[in-house]
């Protein structure tokens, strides 16, 4: 299978992730794609006409997108323990988390978008940190029960989010006011998985 992907987006990092706690990733062939808000690829376009990434191509050519669709197909591949887990009483929880995970990531793409625009609209700015930190509160609040819950795909959403907090936004020291948070994001950040799939500035 043909993954779009890239060394620095945190989407295709959650696939990479499903893949390696899988056992699946041998399976991908990832192919560099670049893409930006502002600029979509067109060699992309056949495959998504979204110009996004993670994007995969099966061998029969048809595509997956996104990264939601790309971990839960995934899943289907393997017969270890699942990342979307089947039983409805911690499915809709996983899934919930999984949706937290990729709002903060959409809110911090957002965000960095617009504090590099020339004149930056402060209204989207303060209503970004609002969001920001009203969903670090929740995830700190919640932090024991994540803790608790078998390894899935809330735990790579919302670890990826805040691995990519550190990377682009360094100066919002999330840490200091979520300790519990932090305890689990060093857990996270030592799974071979994460540790394998680290962006790297460049
Ligand atoms: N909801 C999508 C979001 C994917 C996404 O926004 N990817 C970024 C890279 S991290 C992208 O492709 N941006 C290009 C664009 O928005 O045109 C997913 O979960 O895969």
Request: some cysteine.
């Amino acid at each position: 299978m043909k993954l779009h992907w890239s060394p620095r987006s945190p989407f295709v990092r959650k696939v990479m992730i499903a893949a390696h706690e899988t056992g699946l990733v041998d399976r991908l062939t990832c192919v560099r794609t670049v893409v930006a808000m502002t600029a979509p690829n067109a060699a992309l376009l056949p495959d998504n006409p979204l110009s996004k990434i993670p994007t995969l191509v099966l061998d029969d050519g048809s595509p997956l997108y996104d990264s939601g669709v790309i971990c839960e197909y995934l899943d289907t591949l393997h017969d270890g323990s699942k990342l979307f887990p089947a039983d409805p009483k911690v499915r809709w929880i996983a899934v919930r988390r999984h949706a937290l995970g990729n709002g903060l990531l959409d809110l911090l793409i957002l965000w960095r978008n617009e504090r590099e625009r020339a004149q930056p609209s402060q209204a989207h700015l303060d209503a970004y940190a609002v969001k920001y930190k009203a969903a670090l509160d929740v995830l700190e609040k919640e932090t024991p029960a994540i803790a608790a819950t078998p390894f899935g795909i809330g735990h790579i959403a919302i670890g990826c989010a805040l691995s990519y907090a550190d990377f682009r936004f360094a100066d919002l020291n999330w840490r200091a006011e979520h300790p519990q948070l932090a305890a689990w994001h060093k857990s996270f950040s030592q799974r071979p998985s994460a540790r394998a799939t680290e962006a790297v500035e460049g």
